[in-house]
């Protein structure tokens, strides 16, 4: 069985590759278990660190909304799909019209050639709490209507309804879970709205000064790489009737702040690592992340068996360990 | 200033038309008064009935979704745009390719004619009580949350956020009415799922025998054609703060049953009218029939001033009146 993972050069979609060819299986449409024979990490962008030397593994460069591509993406061997690529937060707002080709447009092409395969593929795919949004109640609840205040979230909101449909219809088999935030993300700050979550403990503890663009009461809702790469590998395993009607639930994460997050930092790195960090609000980064909600009572999902992060502090010594080689700058 | 309906052919866009050619005016963009000086209807049908002779008035046949007939539709002079066009919700269950052509990737098409003006038009769009369904509340509140069950309003629910996100980004002032049933209806059964709703007093008040689709018990939320042309209107009147962030509401209508129609009119029409009645469940039309919520507590709508009708009994007296010319077969 073929496996396909759009934004496959991303951070996550890496992480993602790594852990299914350590895997060797996942479950088809028919839901039994299958080897993985080949899978396929499509992006716009080359990798940025080498691939694993595994002969199952492929990089497919391109736009996923070119036909031509898509082709040669989506083949009758395709098992299952993780889409994950996305113009993010920042990026669709300055740019509306880039991320409704992307996020939209060029998402209703995949999920077109999904349904071309006619063997109900399945499909797990990456939204996010940024479909919430605005006048929202303390906390979020399963049956919290999505309000998105962006054009990220918007689209976001809009792939679910299609994924709905098109799974109700039996041309897919579709997982959509709204991704937390993701902590601490490696790499460098991204025009991602909450680039800043991740930025105001990796840059502080590579010793790199970092302006953080909101305050540090403001809140987010976290999620660890490790846990969200799990979380996709639980979404795909769990049965089409467990899953039901409805394809979509918000992740179980972790309530912090920033604050939290620099007290945590400074447990790992002391005060020479908060002395790198500066406070520069951005006005725009802040509307924006203001509209996103940081409670969430992920009842539906917790039953399904996905799982939350233990702390943030666990989150940074993860980091610490996994990306910077346990040595603090 | 330019108005346009699309969908302008079909009942209700007819009855519009009439009505704004007798008003003369409505509210630009800047929110002044300004005389309708043209109005144009577009369809893919012609219209079934002669078009009021007015020289404000023009028909221009074809497919919305066209390229080369948006250019001659959405002209720099459109200052308000109501888009009644859609396949219906059976048409786009039973053709999945046409629903998402017409109702979604047209409707984006004329979302971005308007955005392409630089005039922030008026837009009034007929959603449908279709976007929500299945595992509902007893009575849908204004937060219930959207859960399409068809693809028809699924794609209703989509253009919902596509015209919240175009009117946050100042490309239009988009206002989105989900529509009750709309009852009576004149003209024949179509693949409305809703048809029956309509025809089941329409038919046998016209002389003809009626074969119900549905069982006397089931239920619907309704509003009369009269009802909707007004709603519409005073969608299309409300400033833009008044709507605020959030431009898709559910309209007030009537909870009634198809025997509340039967006993109404029976009262009209007598035992004779209703003897033309057999009742042939069809399990398609119930099961999607049976995921529409049929109480509402439109608390947004009514403050905002949106009215309901006086009675089941006064639409079908309406019915008799306007549409058999007072004659009952």
Not at 33 to 42: C, D, G, P, Q, S
Not at 150 to 178: C, H
Not at 241 to 257: D, I, K, N, S, V
Request: proline share 7%; glycine share 8%; aromatic share 6%.
């Amino acid at each position: 069985m073929k496996v396909v993972i759009t934004g496959g050069a991303g951070f996550i979609g890496l992480r993602l590759a790594r852990r299914l060819l350590e895997l060797g299986h996942l479950i088809d449409s028919s839901g039994e278990e299958r080897a993985i024979t080949k899978l396929v990490l499509n992006d716009i962008a080359e990798p940025s660190v080498p691939l694993p030397e595994d002969t199952r593994l492929n990089f497919l460069p391109g736009d996923f909304g070119e036909p031509a591509l898509l082709d040669q993406l989506i083949t009758p061997d395709t098992g299952v799909v993780f889409h994950l690529a996305a113009v993010v937060s920042g990026g669709a707002e300055e740019d509306f019209d880039l991320g409704m080709r992307v996020n939209l447009h060029n998402t209703q092409c995949l999920l077109e050639s999904l349904r071309a395969l006619e063997t109900c593929p399945r499909l797990v795919f990456a939204s996010s709490v940024a479909a919430y949004g605005g006048d929202l109640p303390e906390v979020i609840q399963d049956d919290t209507p999505l309000t998105p205040q962006t054009s990220y979230g918007g689209q976001k909101a809009i792939t679910e309804f299609l994924i709905n449909d098109y799974t109700r219809r039996g041309f897919l088999d579709g997982r959509a879970l709204r991704l937390p935030t993701i902590v601490v993300r490696p790499g460098k700050p991204n025009k991602a709205a909450s680039s800043f979550a991740s930025a105001v403990v990796r840059e502080p503890l590579q010793g790199t000064p970092y302006a953080c663009p909101v305050a540090p009461e403001t809140g987010v809702w976290v999620l660890s790489p490790k846990q969200v790469v799990e979380s996709f590998l639980h979404a795909e395993r769990l049965p089409a009737e467990t899953w039901g009607f409805h394809r979509a639930l918000a992740l179980p994460g972790l309530t912090t702040t920033v604050q939290d997050m620099v007290d945590a930092m400074r447990a790992v790195g002391g005060e020479k690592v908060v002395d790198r960090l500066s406070w520069e609000p951005d006005p725009v980064i802040e509307r924006i992340v203001r509209t996103w909600p940081v409670r969430f009572a992920p009842k539906r999902a917790l039953d399904m068996g996905f799982e939350a992060d233990a702390g943030i502090s666990q989150m940074i010594d993860d980091f610490v360990r996994e990306e910077l080689q346990g040595q603090v700058a």
